[in-house]
């Protein structure tokens, strides 16, 4: 790690540099075509994925979800593109993020060089991380202007990826001096912990690529907790002999400020494109609360899927939370939604068995749980509408539950408990 006298302003070159080691693989140059702006179906099953932070393990309550989640989860089509952001996020043991935006999306590039490249691509930037005591002759770390890329593409010399890195200033507070670190370069920071820069994992084969990018990896003294800070993911791939599995299970999602900012894309876990092998994965969050209006505790999103062969497959998501209560008197309890797609042959069969609602209690009295479509209206807390089923060409989407708060608080929507599931054939 060097210390920098001057003031680092968009460290680009360093981004490049860092790009060109990891990678091991050249990128189109500036001869590029344009790619195409439409939906255009490809031979690939494309992923892409980012994230702001994310809490693991350890005696801190692990609050584990991706927060500014957004994923392209699995698709044929180039000409996609998802977005997600996050104005704040306050950790209790001195972790402090603000400005987080998530950006994927597919290209399909004709005419270049090297022929026809499908890419996947992610990006993700946080305007600042600030670590420990940042206040005024404090001790701590700040960051600003971090930026992750990548993307796993194909073109006539097969699977390959790129991978960049970037920040505009690293500042160790007390030391009076600028940082550029090394990649997987680790610092202590006084009052936080170790602080871990710059990694991630690169795979290619004949079969497919990805790349991953993590900004900062954080150990919190005293404890076992890991602080991940910025996640960029690019997959492509040609294992899909059924056809392209995709969808999410979560926990919930709010729409907060009437609509303008969409939070919550809660506990989000994709159904990658080839499946999981049959086996259930999760992304758990212990809890999440807006104080004096919401708190959901044990929410979790799953998926599992398998292809067996071109004509038979299945795909599973699933949207779980333990227990939630609005407002101090509504109580909500065992929230599932859970959306299924079976291929059989030329047949999608489709349903949302397994989605169910334990209890509802308003001021401590138990109440009847809204059915299918029903909206019922909880004294002066909130309106909730029972489950949702859409059903689509390829796939179904499940909400467990619907609630709209009466409050006038800025939280105006909550799906609790939502699954979406896919199949594509080929």
Request: positive net charge.
């Amino acid at each position: 790690m060097r210390f920098i006298r001057g003031p680092v302003i968009g460290a680009l070159a360093t981004c490049m540099a860092l790009s060109s080691t990891l990678t091991g693989s050249a990128v189109a140059g500036p001869t590029q075509a344009v790619p195409d702006a439409r939906e255009v179906q490809t031979a690939y099953g494309l992923t892409a994925a980012g994230y702001g932070t994310r809490v693991q393990g350890g005696d801190v309550p692990a609050e584990s979800g991706r927060t500014a989640f957004s994923i392209i989860a699995c698709t044929k089509l180039a000409g996609l593109e998802k977005r997600n952001q996050l104005l704040s996020l306050i950790n209790r043991e001195g972790v402090r993020v603000s400005g987080v935006r998530t950006r994927q999306w597919t290209t399909r590039q004709p005419n270049t060089p090297n022929g026809v490249t499908v890419s996947s691509h992610s990006l993700t930037t946080i305007a600042s991380v600030k670590l420990g005591d940042t206040r005024l002759l404090g001790d701590g770390l700040v960051i600003e202007g971090l930026r992750l890329k990548t993307r796993a593409f194909h073109d006539d010399r097969g699977f390959r990826t790129q991978r960049n890195f970037g920040f505009d200033r690293i500042e160790l507070l007390g030391l009076g001096g600028l940082l550029d670190p090394d990649v997987g370069e680790t610092i202590d920071v006084p009052g936080v912990g170790s602080v871990t820069f710059f990694s991630g994992v690169n795979k290619r084969s004949a079969r497919g690529a990805a790349v991953e990018a993590k900004g900062l990896k954080i150990r919190l003294d005293g404890t076992d907790t890991i602080v991940t800070v910025g996640s960029a993911m690019s997959r492509i791939n040609n294992r899909v002999p059924a056809g392209v599995l995709g969808g999410w299970g979560r926990a919930a999602n709010a729409r907060v400020l009437d609509g303008t900012i969409v939070s919550g894309k809660l506990a989000v876990q994709p159904l990658p494109c080839r499946g999981t092998n049959g086996k259930w994965i999760r992304n758990p969050t212990a809890r999440v609360s807006l104080p004096g209006t919401l708190v959901i505790g044990g929410a979790v999103g799953s998926a599992r899927g398998d292809q067996f062969s071109k004509r038979k497959a299945y795909g599973q998501t699933r949207g779980k939370i333990a227990r939630v209560a609005i407002g101090g008197e509504l109580v909500i309890r065992a929230i599932k939604a859970q959306a299924n797609v079976r291929k059989d042959g030329n047949r999608l069969i489709k349903s949302a068995r397994g989605t169910s609602v334990g209890t509802i209690r308003l001021g401590g009295e138990l109440e009847d749980v809204p059915g299918a479509g029903e909206t019922v209206t909880f004294g002066d807390v909130a309106k909730v509408t029972g489950r949702k089923v859409v059903r689509t060409k390829f796939g179904i989407k499940v909400i467990a539950l619907q609630v709209k708060l009466l409050d006038g608080s800025f939280v105006s929507k909550i799906n609790l408990g939502e699954a979406f599931t896919r199949i594509r054939p080929n």
